[in-house]
């Protein structure tokens, strides 16, 4: 059968191809023919996928609560994959405001998107998590969840790097240390030790480091300053500011972050809030958290004030953050 000149052209492209890796195409051609055809099961690896469920306990609500972690890290990773995309592309801006690392210039529409991206990963997550909040026993869960101790959701490391690749590290500090720190540029490695989240882990009752936190810290903790002394200039803000001034002012660029903003620091903390408000309170007494994570005073954002973004909001903004959503989906006073 006569080769047409497309498939000459393309066969020409791959010899090309691989003599500029001093191969020959005759041995990649060879094992073509011999390659087993794809197949869905094997491209997805769909059956190893399925063995990673392993319940520590026979309460067969244990596995929605398993494979709905699983599926929630699987979403941070789709995340974090756009934060790289976003923190590689165009020009990196150091904290003097001079640029660097210059690759090709950043699109503001490149910008959105990717943001967009992350918006709707989070979006899924948020309306998904009706399968944790109604989704289980609670008689179930308040007996199973003692044999996961001090395991806690508090540990996803992913979540910890997201909220790294989108911010200057110093919007992490602890509120209440951000003005001692304001004025004195602080190291990643001095504001790493005032870490908002290290409140979350604490003793409700000693106000000491619980396990969950010193287990977090000793697997982590050397991952995150490294992450977070990288992305120092190339963290979504930092893309932001290196964008032209005009485009900085683009209404689909600035919804993108606010939007990114409230589903991260907002609307995902406070789903688990609603949760646990279901399923570890009872009356007027609360149950400490899986790991004995202080959740009372770590999921409400009014509460931690963490905004990536707020140069982008008003002073009412940032004083009434998070308070909407808990009067309406969780206190109900609007019925």
Aim: proline content about 4%; charged content about 25%.
């Amino acid at each position: 059968m006569a080769i047409d000149i497309k498939t000459e052209e393309k066969i020409k492209l791959l010899e090309d191809k691989y003599a500029q890796m001093g191969q020959d195409i005759n041995s990649y051609l060879d094992g073509l023919l011999l390659s087993n055809y794809l197949t869905y099961w094997d491209y997805t690896q769909v059956e190893t996928l399925l063995t990673l469920q392993n319940p520590k306990t026979d309460f067969p609500d244990e596995m929605i609560f398993i494979m709905y972690h699983q599926i929630t890290e699987l979403y941070f990773k789709l995340a974090l994959h756009e934060f790289e995309q976003i923190g590689n592309n165009g020009p990196n801006i150091l904290p003097n405001g001079k640029l660097v690392g210059w690759k090709e210039k950043l699109e503001p529409e490149f910008f959105a998107e990717r943001v967009g991206r992350i918006n709707r990963y989070f979006e899924a997550l948020t309306k998904s998590f009706e399968i944790m909040i109604n989704g289980m026993e609670k008689e179930q869960f308040l007996r199973y969840r003692m044999a996961l101790l001090p395991a806690s959701g508090f540990q996803s490391a992913q979540y910890r790097k997201i909220e790294i690749c989108s911010t200057d590290f110093f919007n992490l500090v602890d509120k209440e240390v951000r003005p001692t720190l304001k004025d004195k540029n602080p190291s990643i490695e001095e504001m790493f030790t005032n870490i908002y989240w290290n409140k979350g882990a604490t003793e409700l009752s000693t106000g000491k480091k619980t396990l969950t936190l010193l287990q977090f810290e000793k697997k982590y903790a050397k991952d995150f300053i490294k992450l977070a002394n990288e992305y120092k200039t190339k963290n979504v803000w930092a893309k932001y500011k290196s964008l032209p001034e005009a485009d900085q002012k683009g209404v689909k660029v600035i919804n993108a972050l606010k939007e990114l903003d409230v589903n991260v620091n907002i609307n995902w903390p406070l789903v688990h809030y609603k949760s646990a408000v279901q399923y570890l309170q009872q009356n007027t007494e609360d149950i400490a958290a899986t790991g004995g994570t202080n959740w009372q005073k770590y999921l409400p954002p009014r509460f931690q004030k963490r905004i990536f973004f707020p140069e982008l909001w008003s002073e009412a903004e940032v004083e009434d953050w998070g308070k909407g959503w808990v009067v309406t989906n969780v206190f109900r006073e609007n019925k």
